[in-house]
């Protein structure tokens, strides 16, 4: 896969000028950083999949939803979806695996600042405020999405 090595260089030295530990594929263009969370889901994985124009930031969870509890899973990642202004939640059914994702596009071919500032915290800030609601989904057998959703957006 082609990707700018001047869009992938600037995100390295950002992470190396924050001392955050990652990986960088030179073949595939991906860089990943794994993330301590504040909520109970303890941690994530950040990964920038760098292209032509610009990249993508995933910021992946390790746990995986059980398939008896996808369908909450799923209308509460619906939910939490509606209004965000910069991402969103990505589900998969068929194996249960979610993580956010943001874009940046890059047209002058280098990230601003505040991209590289973005890209780590967006996806962060999200996972750490919907979190402890995906958790107990995760763990449980009810439907908790909407009131979950509803105490964490002040309508409850």
Same mark, same amino acid.
């Given at each position: ?17 924050? *001392? ?5 594929? !030179? ?7 794994? !993330?301590?969370?504040? =909520? ?5 994985? !950040? ?9 993508? =930031? ?7 939803? *059980? ?35 943001? !874009?940046?596009? =890059? ?50």
């Amino acid at each position: 896969m082609n990707y700018s090595e001047s869009i992938a260089h600037s995100i390295e030295a950002y992470l190396k000028e924050n *001392d955050w530990t990652f990986d960088f594929d !030179v073949i595939h263009g991906t860089i990943s950083v794994e !993330v301590e969370l504040s =909520c109970r889901l303890a941690s994530a994985i !950040v990964v920038y999949q760098v292209s032509e124009g610009g990249f993508l =930031c995933y910021t992946g969870l390790a746990v995986e939803a *059980d398939s008896s509890v996808r369908a909450q899973v799923g209308e509460y990642l619906h939910r939490a979806n509606y209004g965000l202004p910069n991402g969103n939640f990505e589900f998969s059914y068929d194996d249960g695996s979610l993580h956010y994702k943001t !874009v940046f596009d =890059c047209p002058d071919g280098v990230p601003s600042q505040k991209q590289l500032e973005d890209s780590m915290a967006i996806g962060l800030t999200v996972i750490d405020h919907y979190g402890d609601g995906l958790y107990e989904i995760l763990n449980s057998q009810e439907s908790l999405a909407k009131k979950l959703i509803r105490e964490l957006d002040g309508m409850e």
